[in-house]
T-cell receptor
Framework: EAGVAQSPRYKIIEKRQSVAFWCNPI?????LYWYQQILGQGPKLLIQ????????DSQLPKDRFSAERLKGVDSTLKIQPAKLEDSAVYLC????????????FGPGTRLTVT | AQKITQTQPGMFVQEKEAVTLDCTYD???????LFWYKQPSSGEMIFLIY??????QNATEGRYSLNFQKARKSANLVISASQLGDSAMYFC????????????FGTGTQLKVEL
């Protein structure tokens, strides 16, 4: 079974530029999560999708971050415009419905904003 | 609100020895789940073990076991027979009753296994 795929793995941009990250979850996993992990901290949930609907986006900075999950499979997370404090690893995870909730993570995208 | 506390920023252990990584949690939920994840330097979070709040027995997965003490609100990870490949960052996380399986993570413990 293929794991969660993410791209790109690394991205360097200047502040005020825009960037997009892509995630493909494990086949059959209805729930998809985007986390932000700042260096030295644990991951923080940005947004959670159940199929193509948003379950929780309470910690998503909606003035600059947006995410979508069209057709309930792949997802993209966008930042526009980026700030220096957005430098972090962006992790995508997925889980099956009806389980204890263990989430399976992708390799992450390391974003550096200069 | 839920909170996870990991008080050990770094730990060292000799190869083949056992090590315990501490985790305490705070929640008002009656039903919750506790997870441990391993994050090697490559960055990927690897699921290790899960304990449900109503599970009467401590969870075990191979060399990993979870020492669950509900009254103390602790969920310590025990790694037996440490291997060099166990060197990584370890995160404790919690899922509460609401929020659709949202995980709250601690700050992590960096484990270094030495020869």
């Amino acid at each position: 079974e293929a794991g969660v795929a993410q791209s790109p793995r690394y991205k360097i941009i200047e502040k005020r530029q825009s960037v997009a990250f892509w995630c493909n979850p494990i086949s059959g996993h209805a729930t998809l999560y985007w986390y932000q992990q700042i260096l030295g901290q644990g991951p923080k949930l940005l947004i959670q999708f159940q199929n193509n609907g948003v379950v929780d986006d309470s910690q998503l900075p909606k003035d600059r971050f947006s995410a979508e999950r069209l057709k309930g499979v792949d997802s993209t997370l966008k930042i526009q415009p980026a700030k220096l404090e957005d430098s972090a690893v962006y992790l995508c995870a997925s889980s099956r419905t009806g389980t204890s909730g263990e989430q399976y993570f992708g390799p992450g995208t390391r974003l550096t904003v200069t | 609100a839920q909170k996870i506390t990991q008080t050990q920023p770094g730990m060292f252990v000799q190869e083949k020895e056992a090590v315990t990584l501490d985790c305490t949690y705070d929640t008002s939920d009656q039903s919750y789940g506790l997870f441990w994840y391993k994050q090697p330097s490559s960055g990927e979070m690897i699921f290790l073990i899960y304990q449900g709040s109503y599970d009467e027995q401590n969870a075990t997965e191979g060399r990993y076991s979870l020492n669950f003490q509900k009254a103390r609100k602790s969920a310590n990870l025990v790694i037996s027979a440490s291997q060099l490949g166990d060197s990584a960052m370890y995160f404790c996380a919690m899922r509460g009753e609401g929020g659709g399986n949202k995980l709250t993570f601690g700050t992590g413990t960096q484990l270094k296994v030495e020869l």
